[in-house]
C-alpha cells in the first residue's frame, strides 16, 4: 500500500513536471511562456513544478479569460495526511482494512466508529489525492462554463546568449551565429513557435545575471528540419520598440535543465584585415610594440553582441566579444597582438618652457609579411591643449581623437611617420 502511495505521488510530479506544448519568447535575462490550458467549469488550478516556480517573476502570472473574479495562491499541503483531516480513509488494522476519519494527522490520530486510535502513516490508503496541493497553486474563480484558453508568465529559469563563429577561406568569410538558450528548471518545453529578442529589457524587480556561461554544457541542436534539406528556418523580423526579433519557424525542444544550441544566423561575411596601433600620447623615447591584429565584418544580419570564434584556414585565430552590431555597420573583432609586425616609435624633446613642451615623433612599420597589409595608426590627443605642425606623409590625419593614419604596404615595403606636437600648459 505504501508503495502504490508512492508511485501515485510519483506519478503527479511527473504530470507537473513533463514536457509543455508552448510558445515560448527568449530573452536575454528570461523568458515569456505562453501555454495553452483547457478550463473546465467556473475554475481553474495551475500548479507550477518546484524548479519552474521558484523562477516565476513576480506578477507576471496571467490568464487570458474574458471574466475573471479572483485568483488565490494557495500554499502546499502541509503533509498528504494533513490534507485529508476531518476525511475518511481506509486504515490497516489487523491485516484488514477498516474505514477511518483523520482526526489529527501531527500525531497520528483516527477514529474508528466511537473508538480512537493511533496508527502511522504508513498504514494508510489513501481513497483519491483530489484536492491534495503537491506545490503552491494558483486558483482562478471563473465566470462562464469555461474553454480553450492561453496561461502566460515570465521566467529567468529560461534564458538566451549569442555566440557565433567566423570561418574565413581566402578572401570568403562566413559567418554562423547559435543561441544558447539555457533552461534551468526542471520543465521541458516543446516550442511550436519559438522567438529570440536581442536587446536590453529590464524588468522592475531587478534582473539575474545575463551571462549565464551557456558553454558549460554540451547538447546537440534540437530543431526540427524544417526543408528537406534539413537547413532551420528562421526569419530575421527586423525591429520593433528597440528591440531585434529572430523568429524560428519550425518546433524546437528546450530540454529540462540543458544548455541547448540553435542557429540562428548563416550568412556571408565582407571582411577587411588590419594591424593596428592604438594608444594615447606617450613620451618615452623609444618603444617597439607589436600591431594588434584586427578584422572588421560586415553582413547583411543584425548582429546580437557575443562572443565570437575567428577559424582561418581551419585554425583558430582568436576570440572576442562584439557588442550589438545593426546590419548597417561594422563589427570590428580584435584578435591580439601579431607575431612579427611591430611598429618602432621614437620621441625626440626639442623644446621645453615654462608654458608648453615641444616633441619630434616618429613611426616606422616594416611590413615582414610575404603579402600586402593595411596598417593603421591611432594616437589619442583629445582633452589637451596642443598645436600640431609638421607633419610628413600622405594620408596621416588630424581627427576629433588626435593623430590618424592608414597605409597599405607591399612585401617588405617600410612605412614612416612624423608629426611635431606642442602641448601648451
Known amino acids: 500500500m505504501k ?101 489529527k494527522a501531527n500525531i497520528g490520530l483516527f477514529q474508528i466508529g466511537n473508538q480512537f486510535v493511533q496508527a502511522s502513516a504508513a498504514d494508510v490508503v489513501f481513497p483519491t489525492l483530489e484536492g491534495v496541493r503537491f506545490a503552491p497553486t494558483y486558483s482562478w474563480t471563473l465566470g462562464g462554463s469555461g474553454g ?20 574565413i577561406k581566402g578572401d570568403d568569410a562566413k559567418l554562423t551565429g547559435w543561441a544558447d538558450v539555457q533552461n534551468a528548471s526542471g520543465v521541458e518545453y516543446k516550442t511550436p513557435k519559438l522567438e529570440l529578442i536581442a536587446g536590453q529589457v529590464n524588468l522592475s524587480s531587478g534582473d539575474y545575471n545575463q551571462n549565464v556561461q551557456p558553454y558549460a554544457v554540451a547538447a546537440s541542436p534540437a530543431l526540427s528540419k524544417a526543408s528537406s534539406d534539413g537547413a532551420p528556418s528562421v526569419e530575421a523580423a527586423g525591429e520593433s520598440a528597440g528591440l531585434q526579433t529572430f523568429k524560428f519557424n519550425s518546433p524546437a525542444t528546450l530540454a529540462a535543465r540543458t544548455t541547448t544550441s540553435l542557429p540562428f544566423i548563416n550568412t556571408k561575411a565582407t571582411l577587411e584585415r588590419s594591424f593596428e596601433y592604438y594608444s594615447g600620447f606617450n613620451g618615452s623615447p623609444k618603444i617597439v610594440v607589436p600591431l594588434n591584429r584586427v578584422y572588421n565584418i560586415k553582413t547583411d544580419s543584425d548582429l546580437p553582441g557575443g ?70 595608426i591611432n594616437e589619442v590627443l583629445g582633452g589637451q591643449n596642443y598645436a600640431l605642425e609638421a607633419v610628413k606623409l600622405p594620408n596621416i590625419k588630424n581627427n576629433e581623437e588626435g593623430i590618424s593614419a592608414v597605409n597599405t604596404l607591399k612585401p617588405g615595403e617600410k612605412f614612416e611617420a612624423t608629426y611635431t606636437i606642442t602641448f601648451k600648459y
Do not use: C, H
Not at 29 to 55: C, H, K, M, T
Not at 80 to 93: I, N, P
Not at 325 to 338: R, S
Open 148 to 167: 480553450s484558453s492561453v496561461l502566460t508568465y515570465l521566467t529567468r529559469g529560461i534564458t538566451w546568449s549569442p555566440r557565433y563563429t567566423l570561418a
Open 307 to 376: 562572443v565570437m570564434t575567428v577559424r582561418e584556414d581551419a585554425r583558430v585565430v582568436g576570440q572576442a566579444r562584439i557588442s550589438d552590431n545593426p546590419k548597417a555597420e561594422k563589427a570590428t573583432i580584435n584578435l591580439g597582438a601579431d607575431f612579427d609586425l611591430r611598429l618602432t616609435r621614437t620621441v625626440q624633446t626639442l623644446s621645453r618652457t615654462n608654458t608648453n613642451i615641444k616633441y619630434k615623433v616618429n613611426f616606422s612599420i616594416v611590413n615582414t609579411k610575404t603579402r600586402a597589409v593595411t596598417v593603421k
Open 3 to 103: 508503495k502504490n502511495l508512492q508511485l501515485a505521488v510519483l506519478a503527479i510530479t511527473a504530470a507537473l513536471s513533463s514536457a509543455k506544448a508552448t510558445d515560448a519568447t527568449l530573452y536575454y535575462n528570461f523568458a515569456e511562456i505562453r501555454e495553452p490550458v483547457q478550463i473546465s467549469g467556473n475554475r481553474f488550478d495551475w500548479s507550477p513544478a518546484a524548479d519552474l516556480g521558484q523562477y516565476l517573476v513576480p506578477g507576471s502570472l496571467e490568464l487570458e479569460y474574458p471574466e475573471i473574479f479572483n485568483v488565490n495562491l494557495l500554499p502546499a499541503s502541509p503533509s498528504l495526511l494533513e490534507a485529508f483531516e476531518g476525511k475518511e480513509v481506509l486504515l490497516k488494522r489487523d491485516n484488514k482494512l477498516v474505514k477511518a476519519i483523520v482526526i
